[in-house]
């Protein structure tokens, strides 16, 4: 089973995806795809971790989500759009090496038997991006989140911390 939970920046996503694999799974796992940047952004990470509780398993995986021991699990990949980020700089910013990397990645996920809730953003739905590498980034993240709806069984999209299911049923 493959679920896409999206929306805006704060709309409520990843909280609403964790509730969802509690619901399913006492032990689910939580993949973080984002990179440390910096010690703010550490911090801001253990906190996460901390606010999750013991009942989760953890792993921080910044490309390669596939190659984890997630068969048969209840698995909350939080989120694309971080994911993307790495693939992009992996990629030197080529939009067709980038779009093909994570496209296998999902579709080597779906393959596996579990459940999968992935978490994105809709950046599209806000402020145009100043420079041109953003602008294509806000088109990969378009495309991507595309992607994942098609093959996705449920699409929710959070809109204020209410989830409006867009596809399939919750």
Known sequence: MLHLVTGGARSGKSRYAQ??????????????T??????DFAQRI??????RGAAWINYEEELYVSRLPLDGQTVVIDCVTLWLTN????HAYDMD????A?????RVLQQKAGVFIIVT?????????????????????????QYIA??????VLMVAGIPVVIKGEA
């Open 97 to 100: 090496k980038t779009l093909s």
């Open 87 to 90: 693939f992009f700089a992996l």
């Open 19 to 32: 509730e969802q694999a509690l619901s399913l799974s006492t032990q689910p796992v939580y993949v973080a």
């Open 121 to 145: 953003n809709e950046i599209g739905m806000g402020v145009h991006a100043e420079t041109a590498v953003g602008r294509r980034f806000t088109d990969l993240q378009g495309w991507v989140n």
């Open 102 to 106: 994570i496209q296998e990645e999902i």
């Open 150 to 155: 098609r093959m996705a069984d449920t699409v």
């Open 34 to 39: 984002a990179k440390v940047w910096d010690e």
């Open 46 to 51: 253990q906190r996460h971790k901390a606010e």
